[in-house]
C-alpha cells in the first residue's frame, strides 16, 4: 500500500472508530497517539543502532538502568521505558488496559530531559486529559484505545522512506478533520495547497542562503512552516540549517505544532515554539532562568502566518510597542493588521513575509487605512494576490496573500488575480498545481499578465486613495458578448470579431481563407460543415504532427529518468526537473498553455511518487508483489475485515490483464456483453405480446406483466400446447425458457471465467520477467502523461470548431429574415381569416383581426 493508500485507510478507519466525539476532539487522540509510536519506534531504533539487541532492551531499558537512561535522554531528549512503548503495548494484546497509557504518559512527562523541556513538556496534555472522553468506563475505554493502536500500528516508520509517509498520513489527517470540523477548522489549519504557495514564494526569494530561520506567529499545526522548510530545502544541501520558531495561543493547537514538526526529523535543537497570545506577548525569546544570558530580537529570514480573520484585540497602550509605532494600531474590532505589523516587525532586512488576509484589508477605512498607506509609502509591500472564495475551511470570505520585504528593489506592487483558477472539490474549492505554479512564476519574474497579474505604480496606488481592491488594477472578468447590428439586419460575420482570433489565424495561415469568402468588412461561411474543414486543413495537420513529434523527446526522457532509474531517483529532485523541460518544450509551442501540460503531468506524478517511495524502500521486487485484498463487511452488527481476491501492491489488476491477459479479457467481456443483452430480449418477447396472449400465460408472467416466471414457463406450455392456435404463443414461451437457461449459465460461466482471470492476473505480475516489468511500469506512469498532453492540440482544435460553430450561429438568421417570416405568416393567417364564415358578431370580430395584421377587410 502506497502512502496516499494506507493514508485514506487510516482516515477511513479512525473516521469509523470515532462515533460521537467531535472530529475536532478526536484528531487530538489519533494524532497524539501517532506521536507517541513515532517516539517509540524512534528510541527502539536509536538502541538498535547503539548495540542493543531486542532482549537487551526487554530487560535493561527501564528506570533502575541509570546509565541507559541518561544516555537515551541526553541523545533523544526523553526516555521512554520498555514497558511503555507503544510495541509493548501491541504485544500484550488483551492484557493491555488505558492505564497502560496513562501510566506512559505520566512517565514520560516526568523523563523528559531538562534540555528538552521547550519541545517536549506538557506535549501529550491534551490527549491525557482527554482520554476519559473516549467511553465512560475503563472497559469502554480500553476497547477504544486498542482499536486506535491496533489502527496506528499499521504505520511504518522504520526508515527516511517511512518517516516521510508517516509526515503524508500526519497532515493527510489533519486536513482530513479540518474539513470536518467546520468553524472550527481555521484554528489549526491551513489548506494544503495554499500553504505550498506561500512556501514556494518564500523559497524563491531565499534560495541561496546557506542558513535560514523561519517563523509563524499563529502556527496550528505547524503545516506551513514545515511545507515552507521542505520547499527551501530543495535548495540548500543541508537541511537541518533550517530553524524553526513558532508560536500559537491555544494549548492544544500548540501541541499539534511541536509534535507535527519533532516528527518530520527536525532536530529539536532547531525547533523554538511557544504557547502564547503573540498580539499581547510577543518575542523577544530567552529563557527564563537566564533572561540576559539568553536574550534574543529575533528577526527572521522569513515569516509567514495564517492569523484568525478580523479577530477583535485589545490596542490600549500599544501606541509606543516598536511593531506599530511606525504604523498605527488596528482598529479594536479587527487585528488583521495587528498580525500583519507583527510580522513584519520580525522580517530581517533581506528577508520575506506572506500573510492571508481578508481580502476587506485592502479597501477598509479609518486606522486600517492609514497603515495601508504608510505600509505603501514605506515601500513595504511586494504583491498582493487574491485567492478563489471557499478555499479556507469554515469560512467562505474571499481572502488574498499578501507579501511584504524590509527592503525592495522598485516601488511597483505586483496585484494578482488568481480567484478564477481553482477546481472545486465537496464544499470547498482548490487551488490545483497549475495554479501555484503560475501564480510563483509571475511573482518571480514580476510579468503582467493579460487579466491576471500587473505591477502598479505607487503613483497610481495614490492616486486612488491607498486603495488596493484587485478589480480597481486587473480586470478579470469575462468579455462580454456584443453584436454587430449590420450583420444582424443583413447577415455575415463581421471581420472586427473574426479578428479576435487572428492568433489562430497566424500560426494556420491557410484556415481563414478554406472557412470564409467575401471581401471588405463581413464575410461568408463557405459550407457549413465547420468541424471538417478545420480537422482536415494542411495547417492544422501540420501543427499536431509537429506537437507530437516535438513531445516524443519527452516521453523518451520519462523512460530514461523514472524507469530507468527508478530505484535511485531523487523523487523530489526528478520531479523540478521534469516539469522544468515540460515548460522549456512549450515555449515555442503557440496556442496551448503550458499550464495545462503542467497539470496533467503533476497530478500523474503524484501517483507516480507513491509507487517510487514504494519501490525504493522495498526493492524492485516490490513490483512483482501482490498483497490481499481487504474489505470491510458487516458481520453480526460488527464491522470486520475480511479477503476479497488480491491486488497488485504496484501493479493494478485491470492494467496487467490489458497488456498480457487480453484475449482472456475480451472472452470474458463478450460473455458479459452476451449477458445484459438477454434482459432487453426477454423484455422484445414481453412487448410483442397482445393483452389477451399475456392474459393466456399470466402464470408464466410476474405480477406487473413485465418478466417471465422461469419455474412456470413449462407448466403453462403443457396447457397451452393442445390449442394450434397458441403455436406462437408456445414459441415465445420456449425462447424465453432458453433466454432464462443461457442467462443463468453465462452468469456461471463468468463467475469461473473472473475468478480464474483473477488468479491468472496474480500469477502474472508475481511472474513479470524484467522486461515485462519495465513495460507495465511505462504503461501505468507514463502513457497517461503522454495520451493526456497528446491531446491538448485535439482540444484546442474542438474548442475552435465550438468557437467558429457558435459566431457562424450568431449571424445565421439575421432580422430580416425573421421580418421576412413574420411576414409571410401574417400573410398566410390573414388569407385563413379571409376564408371563414360565421355569424354577423364573429365575421366583425375576424375582420378586426385582419386589420391589426394588416390585411384587407371586408364590410359588412
Same mark, same amino acid.
Do not use: C
Given at each position: 500500500m502506497n502512502k496516499q493508500q494506507l493514508a485514506a485507510k487510516i482516515w477511513e478507519s479512525a473516521n469509523r472508530m470515532r462515533s460521537k466525539i467531535e472530529a475536532n476532539e478526536y484528531k487530538d487522540y489519533i494524532l497524539g497517539f501517532i506521536f507517541y509510536k513515532f517516539l517509540s519506534e524512534k528510541e527502539y531504533h536509536w538502541l538498535l543502532n547503539n548495540d542493543y539487541e531486542p532482549e537487551d532492551i526487554k530487560n535493561y531499558v527501564n528506570e533502575d538502568d541509570l546509565e541507559t537512561l541518561k544516555n537515551v535522554q541526553q541523545s533523544l531528549g526523553y526516555f521512554i521505558a520498555y514497558e511503555n512503548l507503544f510495541s509493548t503495548w501491541i504485544k500484550i494484546g488483551s492484557d493491555f488496559s488505558i492505564d497502560n497509557v496513562r501510566i506512559a504518559l505520566s512517565s514520560f512527562k516526568r523523563l523528559i530531559s531538562p534540555s528538552h523541556k521547550k519541545v517536549f513538556d506538557g506535549i501529550f496534555e491534551t490527549l491525557e486529559t482527554g482520554l476519559s472522553k473516549l467511553g465512560t468506563?475503563?472497559?469502554? $475505554?480500553?476497547? !477504544?484505545?486498542?482499536?486506535?493502536?491496533?489502527?496506528?500500528? =499499521?504505520?511504518?516508520?522504520?526508515? %527516511? @522512506?517511512?518517516?516521510?509517509?508517516?509526515?503524508?498520513?500526519?497532515?493527510?489527517?489533519?486536513?482530513?478533520? #479540518?474539513?470536518?470540523?467546520?468553524?472550527?477548522?481555521?484554528?489549526?489549519?491551513t489548506p494544503h495547497e495554499v500553504s505550498i504557495l506561500m512556501s514556494e514564494i518564500v523559497a524563491n526569494h531565499l534560495k541561496g542562503q546557506s542558513e535560514i530561520k523561519i517563523y509563524d506567529p499563529t502556527s496550528g499545526s505547524g503545516?506551513?512552516?514545515?511545507?515552507?522548510?521542505?520547499?527551501?530545502?530543495?535548495?540548500?544541501?543541508?537541511?537541518?540549517?533550517?530553524?524553526?520558531? #513558532?508560536?500559537?495561543? %491555544? !494549548?492544544?493547537?500548540?501541541?499539534?505544532?511541536?509534535?507535527?514538526? +519533532?516528527?518530520?526529523?527536525?532536530?529539536?535543537?532547531?525547533?523554538?515554539?511557544?504557547?502564547?497570545?503573540?498580539?499581547?506577548?510577543?518575542?523577544?525569546?530567552?529563557?527564563?532562568?537566564? %533572561?540576559?544570558?539568553?536574550?534574543?530580537?529575533?528577526?527572521?529570514?522569513?515569516?509567514?502566518?495564517?492569523?484568525?480573520?478580523?479577530?477583535?484585540?485589545?490596542?490600549?497602550?500599544?501606541?509606543?510597542?516598536?511593531?506599530?509605532?511606525?504604523?498605527?494600531?488596528?482598529?479594536?474590532?479587527?487585528?488583521?493588521?495587528?498580525?500583519?505589523?507583527?510580522?513584519?516587525?520580525?522580517?530581517?532586512?533581506?528577508?520575506?513575509?506572506?500573510?492571508?488576509?481578508?481580502?476587506?484589508?485592502?479597501?477598509?477605512?479609518?486606522?486600517?487605512?492609514?497603515?495601508?498607506k504608510r505600509l505603501i509609502e514605506k515601500n513595504k509591500i511586494d504583491a498582493i494576490i487574491g485567492l478563489p472564495a471557499n478555499i479556507f475551511y469554515g469560512t467562505g470570505i474571499p481572502t488574498i496573500i499578501m507579501v511584504l520585504?524590509?527592503?525592495?528593489?522598485?516601488?511597483?506592487?505586483?496585484?494578482?488575480? #488568481?480567484?478564477?483558477?481553482?477546481?472545486?472539490?465537496?464544499?470547498?474549492?482548490?487551488?490545483?498545481?497549475?495554479?501555484?505554479?503560475?501564480?510563483v512564476d509571475v511573482i518571480v519574474s514580476r510579468k503582467d499578465v493579460d487579466k491576471f497579474s500587473r505591477? +502598479?505604480?505607487?503613483?497610481?496606488?495614490?492616486?486612488?486613495?491607498?486603495?488596493?481592491?484587485?478589480?480597481?488594477? +486587473?480586470? !478579470?472578468? =469575462?468579455?462580454?458578448?456584443?453584436?454587430?447590428?449590420?450583420?444582424?439586419?443583413?447577415?455575415?460575420?463581421?471581420?472586427?470579431?473574426?479578428?479576435?482570433? @487572428? $492568433?489562430?489565424?497566424? +500560426?494556420?495561415?491557410?484556415?481563414?481563407?478554406?472557412?470564409?469568402?467575401?471581401?471588405?468588412?463581413?464575410?461568408?461561411?463557405?459550407? %457549413?460543415?465547420?468541424?471538417?474543414?478545420?480537422?482536415e486543413n494542411a495547417d492544422v495537420q501540420a501543427f499536431i504532427d509537429q506537437f507530437k513529434h516535438s513531445f516524443s523527446d519527452f516521453e523518451n526522457e520519462l523512460d530514461d529518468v523514472l524507469i530507468n532509474q527508478v530505484e535511485i531517483l531523487s523523487i523530489p529532485k526528478t520531479e523540478d526537473l521534469l516539469a522544468k523541460d515540460l515548460f522549456a518544450k512549450?515555449?515555442?509551442?503557440?496556442?496551448?498553455?503550458?499550464?495545462?501540460?503542467?497539470?496533467?503531468?503533476?497530478?500523474?506524478? @503524484?501517483?507516480? =511518487?507513491?509507487?517510487?517511495?514504494?519501490? $525504493?524502500?522495498?526493492?524492485?521486487?516490490a513490483i512483482r508483489v501482490v498483497d490481499p485484498n481487504m474489505v470491510v463487511k458487516k458481520k453480526k452488527d460488527r464491522e470486520v475485515e475480511i479477503q476479497e481476491g488480491w491486488k497488485g501492491h504496484v501493479l493494478p489488476f485491470d492494467l496487467i490483464q490489458n497488456l498480457y491477459l487480453k484475449e482472456e479479457l475480451q472472452s470474458l467481456k463478450d460473455k458479459q456483453d452476451e449477458l445484459s443483452s438477454i434482459p432487453s430480449q426477454l423484455e422484445d418477447l414481453i412487448d410483442a405480446l397482445s393483452e389477451d396472449d399475456k392474459d393466456t400465460i399470466s402464470e408464466a408472467l410476474n405480477e406487473t406483466n413485465d418478466a417471465f416466471v422461469d419455474k412456470n414457463i413449462s407448466k403453462v406450455i403443457k396447457s397451452i400446447s393442445?390449442?394450434?392456435?397458441?403455436?406462437?404463443?408456445?414459441?415465445?414461451? $420456449?425462447?424465453?425458457?432458453?433466454?432464462?437457461?443461457?442467462?443463468?449459465?453465462?452468469?456461471?460461466?463468468?463467475?469461473?471465467?473472473?475468478?480464474?482471470?483473477?488468479?491468472?492476473?496474480?500469477?502474472?505480475?508475481?511472474?513479470?520477467?524484467?522486461?515485462?516489468?519495465?513495460? #507495465?511500469?511505462?504503461?501505468?506512469?507514463?502513457?497517461?502523461?503522454?495520451?493526456?498532453?497528446? !491531446?491538448?492540440?485535439?482540444?484546442?482544435?474542438?474548442?475552435?470548431?465550438?468557437?467558429?460553430?457558435?459566431?457562424?450561429?450568431?449571424?445565421?438568421v439575421t432580422l430580416n429574415d425573421i421580418g421576412n417570416d413574420i411576414r409571410k405568416t401574417e400573410k398566410e393567417l390573414i388569407s385563413m381569416l379571409q376564408d371563414l364564415t360565421g355569424s354577423e358578431e364573429d365575421m366583425k370580430g375576424i375582420n378586426e383581426?385582419?386589420?391589426?395584421?394588416?390585411?384587407?377587410?371586408?364590410?359588412?
Open positions: 468506563t475503563t472497559r469502554e $475505554q480500553t476497547k !477504544s484505545v486498542s482499536d486506535l493502536i491496533a489502527l496506528i500500528n =499499521e504505520i511504518p516508520m522504520n526508515n %527516511k @522512506q517511512d518517516y516521510d509517509t508517516l509526515g503524508f498520513i500526519y497532515e493527510y489527517l489533519i486536513s482530513n478533520f #479540518a474539513s470536518n470540523a467546520g468553524k472550527k477548522a481555521g484554528e489549526f489549519y503545516s506551513l512552516l514545515i511545507n515552507i522548510g521542505r520547499s527551501i530545502s530543495k535548495y540548500m544541501n543541508d537541511p537541518n540549517r533550517i530553524r524553526y520558531y #513558532a508560536q500559537e495561543l %491555544k !494549548s492544544n493547537t500548540y501541541n499539534l505544532t511541536r509534535m507535527n514538526l +519533532v516528527m518530520r526529523g527536525i532536530l529539536p535543537d532547531n525547533i523554538i515554539v511557544r504557547n502564547a497570545d503573540t498580539l499581547e506577548d510577543d518575542w523577544p525569546f530567552f529563557d527564563d532562568s537566564d %533572561k540576559a544570558g539568553t536574550y534574543d530580537p529575533l528577526y527572521l529570514d522569513a515569516v509567514v502566518s495564517n492569523p484568525p480573520y478580523s479577530q477583535r484585540w485589545n490596542p490600549e497602550g500599544k501606541e509606543n510597542d516598536p511593531r506599530y509605532a511606525d504604523y498605527g494600531l488596528a482598529p479594536q474590532s479587527k487585528a488583521d493588521y495587528a498580525f500583519l505589523l507583527h510580522d513584519l516587525f520580525h522580517v530581517k532586512p533581506g528577508g520575506i513575509m506572506a500573510i492571508v488576509l481578508p481580502h476587506g484589508v485592502l479597501f477598509r477605512g479609518g486606522e486600517e487605512g492609514q497603515i495601508r520585504k524590509q527592503k525592495r528593489e522598485d516601488t511597483n506592487v505586483l496585484i494578482i488575480d #488568481a480567484s478564477k483558477g481553482f477546481i472545486k472539490e465537496g464544499k470547498n474549492n482548490k487551488l490545483r498545481a497549475s495554479d501555484i505554479k503560475r501564480i505591477n +502598479v505604480s505607487r503613483e497610481e496606488i495614490r492616486s486612488n486613495d491607498y486603495n488596493l481592491n484587485i478589480p480597481r488594477y +486587473v480586470d !478579470s472578468s =469575462e468579455k462580454t458578448e456584443t453584436y454587430d447590428i449590420y450583420a444582424s439586419m443583413f447577415g455575415g460575420i463581421p471581420e472586427n470579431e473574426l479578428s479576435d482570433f @487572428q $492568433q489562430y489565424w497566424d +500560426v494556420f495561415p491557410t484556415l481563414k481563407n478554406a472557412l470564409f469568402e467575401g471581401e471588405g468588412k463581413y464575410k461568408n461561411l463557405r459550407d %457549413k460543415d465547420i468541424k471538417h474543414i478545420i480537422h512549450f515555449e515555442n509551442v503557440p496556442l496551448l498553455d503550458a499550464y495545462e501540460a503542467y497539470e496533467i503531468f503533476e497530478n500523474q506524478y @503524484q501517483k507516480i =511518487e507513491g509507487d517510487l517511495e514504494l519501490i $525504493q524502500a522495498e526493492g524492485k521486487q393442445t390449442d394450434p392456435e397458441s403455436k406462437p404463443l408456445v414459441e415465445v414461451l $420456449q425462447k424465453a425458457s432458453k433466454l432464462n437457461k443461457q442467462e443463468k449459465a453465462l452468469k456461471k460461466e463468468i463467475k469461473q471465467d473472473e475468478d480464474t482471470l483473477h488468479l491468472e492476473t496474480k500469477n502474472t505480475i508475481e511472474s513479470l520477467t524484467d522486461e515485462q516489468l519495465l513495460i #507495465a511500469l511505462k504503461a501505468k506512469w507514463i502513457t497517461p502523461i503522454i495520451d493526456n498532453i497528446n !491531446s491538448l492540440p485535439i482540444t484546442m482544435i474542438d474548442n475552435l470548431t465550438k468557437e467558429m460553430n457558435t459566431l457562424a450561429d450568431k449571424y445565421a383581426f385582419i386589420r391589426i395584421l394588416g390585411g384587407d377587410t371586408h364590410e359588412y
